[in-house]
């Protein structure tokens, strides 16, 4: 069957199709176009179940009513839990969401940038890898909002929203050293973003103050599990004086999990453990790991909602915001020995 064009809607009811576009685009009282007529057209449209083409609309309205949805990985639990949270809210004012992952890789990132500006998205949400700081000021400079989230770059002049990233591991660190341990490694991925500089700039602190010793493993990313298993084994094969271990994000405290099993390292008897990133397979765990809860819900929240603010009020001069949440370090038996 024919797409119907509005050309084929006005030639059927014989009017132009000038007016079948203002009534489609919600122009009719506007341009005082009577009521009869706008049911005449909505009631035929409804027959024959007529959709616009949603990127012409987009032409002529200068909106697109899309958001694109960048994250590092749209399979990794804390992302999809934010982006689902995020795709209610945004629906329920009237957008629809684009997601992608960038795998962390700056090239990919920029690439796909200049795919969502070919679709005229109206904002986006990104967790930014390094290097894309001038793509996203060319982007603030040009009227797109943008909103940073997980970790933000210093040099790119838009909103973000993120977690207490140093104080967070400096507080499960601390509470480490408070149980009696002394020899804590800090398992972690190696990068330069903010989050993950704040996380292992925490640790230190922590360490520093009591005196003691850092024990720092920095793994590179890798899809293949098993490569980050055997080099989380190999650290903990070179340090055998260790007692407790904090993981800096969720990936890497599942894998140092699987090389403890490997080696026969017990939880905690061998080693106690402490994980960024609560998620079902701590708490399933036996025994259940201790982790450091982001909250979630209230990430989405106020990224959704800064979004708006800024597509709702576009011509409204704001200063780029900066919020900063809490987390929660929900203690289980992974710490008792």
């Not at 962390?104 to 930014?128: A, H, M």
């Not at 298993?229 to 007692?243: E, G, M, P, V, Y």
Request: proline share 4%.
């Amino acid at each position: 069957m024919k797409k119907l064009s509005i050309v084929d809607i006005a030639n059927h009811l014989n009017i132009s199709k000038t007016t079948v576009s203002f009534i489609l685009n919600g122009r009719a009282q506007e341009k005082r176009i009577s009521e009869e007529l706008v049911e005449r057209v909505q009631k035929f449209i409804k027959e024959v179940g007529y959709r616009p083409n949603e990127t012409a609309r987009g032409l002529r309205t200068g909106k697109s009513n899309i958001i694109g949805l960048m994250v590092e990985s749209i399979s990794d639990p804390f992302f999809a839990t934010i982006a689902r949270l995020i795709e209610n809210k945004a629906y329920k004012n009237g957008y629809k969401i684009i997601y992608c992952s960038t795998d962390n890789d700056t090239q990919k990132t920029k690439d796909l940038i200049q795919v969502f500006r070919e679709r005229s998205v109206d904002g986006y949400i990104i967790s930014p890898p390094e290097g894309v700081d001038e793509e996203i000021n060319e982007l603030v400079k040009s009227g797109i909002p943008v909103v940073m989230f997980d970790r933000h770059l210093p040099k790119a002049k838009a909103d973000y929203v993120e977690i207490d990233n140093e104080y967070s591991a400096f507080n499960a660190t601390g509470h480490l050293i408070g149980k009696g341990y002394r020899n804590i490694a800090f398992v972690t991925f190696s990068s330069a973003q903010t989050q993950m500089q704040g996380r292992l700039k925490g640790y230190k602190a922590a360490l520093k103050g009591s005196g003691l010793k850092a024990y720092v493993m920095e793994i590179d990313y890798n899809p293949d599990d098993a490569k980050m298993i055997s080099a989380i084994k190999d650290f903990f094969s070179r340090h055998k004086n260790l007692d407790a271990v904090l993981f800096g994000a969720i990936q890497a405290g599942v894998c140092g999990l699987k090389a403890m099993k490997e080696l026969d390292l017990h939880v905690p008897s061998n080693l106690a453990v402490i994980s960024f990133d609560d998620h079902d397979v701590f708490e399933l765990f036996s025994p259940p790991i201790t982790a450091i809860e982001q909250p979630i819900e209230e990430i989405a929240e106020n990224v959704i909602d800064v979004l708006l603010q800024r597509l709702n009020f576009p011509d409204r001069e704001f200063k780029a915001k900066s919020i900063v949440l809490k987390t929660k370090l929900k203690i289980r038996s992974s710490l008792d020995k």
